[in-house]
């Protein structure tokens, strides 16, 4: 489990993130939700280490986040960023970086590391593409290769920062679906998403964020009855029963 204890964060002469305290425990879906500008990537940066914190710790399973070696920390949790380059490589050799927190100088792969890799692969729908350039791929296809990489990682955390962005429907909830398989699995899953619906059907916990602050924390029920979502995002939210559970969507405000 990873605990964040009145954490704050920000850059040079910039707070963003002000005292912040939640879990992101295993089995379980972690949706961060807020406008933009809350706070949501800030508070994955700082989660990772790759922010420093201004206030407040981080413990992962119990041990200071700052006693960590980098290397100890990427075998721990891995990230999925909203935004990368996109580099002329073989999808396979993509992948396979993820498995670098396990390798020594010089970095020479497995057997099993490449097992890991294409199962990684597998699981995310790109196995086929593992000799295409990364370059020549669509968006849809290159995320599928980067949630492989992050899987190849094979870390009991896993933070995708707005991974649905800029996909079509099909993608989003092939990712979904895939962040469900994990957390069934045992592994945490944090997901910063910008759609509400979807972070209420899909997540365990919802954390709401806003000005940096965190506005709520709690169970997808208790978010949604609170009222909070309406308040920090100025819309309407709404749910309807149906045969594949409770559906939410989003209306102005008023409507």
């Known amino acids: 489990m990873i605990h964040l204890e009145r954490v704050s964060a920000g850059y040079p002469g910039r707070p963003v993130l002000h005292e912040v305290t939640l879990d992101i425990c295993p089995g379980q879906i972690l949706a961060l939700v807020g406008p933009n500008g809350s706070g949501k990537s800030t508070l994955l940066k700082a989660a990772l280490g790759l922010l420093p914190v201004t206030g407040g710790q981080i413990l992962y399973d119990g041990l200071p986040l700052e006693k960590l070696t980098p290397k100890e920390r990427a075998r721990k949790a891995a990230l999925l960023t909203q935004s990368r380059n996109t580099p002329s490589i073989q999808a396979l050799a993509m992948v396979l970086h993820g498995r670098f927190p396990y390798l020594s100088y010089p970095r020479r ?147």
């Not at 597998?122 to 669509?138: D, I, K, M, Q, Y």
């Not at 991974?163 to 429907?169: A, E, G, Q, S, V």
């Not at 309807?240 to 939410?248: A, E, K, S, V």
Request: with cysteine.
């Open 109 to 255: 792969y497995s057997r099993e590391d490449e097992a890991i890799a294409r199962s990684a692969m597998a699981r995310t729908g790109c196995e086929p593409l593992a000799r295409e350039n990364v370059a020549h791929l669509s968006g849809g296809q290159r995320q599928g290769v980067y949630l492989a990489m992050t899987l190849a990682q094979d870390t009991q955390t896993v933070f995708m920062d707005e991974p649905t962005t800029y996909l079509d429907i099909h993608r989003q909830m092939e990712i979904m679906s895939t962040a469900r398989g994990l957390a069934q699995g045992g592994k945490a899953v944090v997901l910063v998403l910008h759609d509400l619906p979807m972070a209420l059907t899909t997540a365990h916990r919802v954390a709401v964020l806003e000005a940096g602050a965190l506005a709520l924390w709690d169970t997808p029920e208790n978010v949604y009855r609170s009222g909070v979502l309406e308040r920090v995002f100025q819309v309407g939210i709404h749910r309807m029963d149906t045969p594949q559970g409770l559906q939410y969507y989003c209306t102005p405000k008023g409507l």
